[in-house]
């Protein structure tokens, strides 16, 4: 797959994968998407298999799917322990005003 790592669609995909700030990995994995979608309308043009370029696709949005899933699962661990948080400051907060 020579040609194709030198794909845009390479480029976000690795972005994606390698995106460390929760903010923006959705915005980067539907970057990759996209241009993956583009580059499959693309070869539809060209002539020709394509089948080691159609595989590294598929290996691709394999892993966008495992990282939309394990982000997800984050974020709703993140969003359970903010609202534990919330429950306990809750409870001790009428202690402190009463310190007044």
Known sequence: MPDSDKELWVDLYRMAM?????AK?????G???IE????LERLRDIPGL???????IDD?????HSLEHTEEHDADTERRIAER???SLRVIAPRF????
């Open 18 to 22: 390698m995106e460390l700030e929760n």
């Open 25 to 29: 990995i959705a915005g980067r994995i």
């Open 31 to 33: 970057d990759a998407r």
């Open 36 to 39: 993956i979608a583009a580059r």
């Open 50 to 56: 394509h089948t080691v370029e159609k595989q590294a």
């Open 60 to 64: 691709a949005l394999s892993g966008l």
């Open 85 to 87: 948080a919330l429950q």
């Open 97 to 100: 005003e009463n310190l007044d």
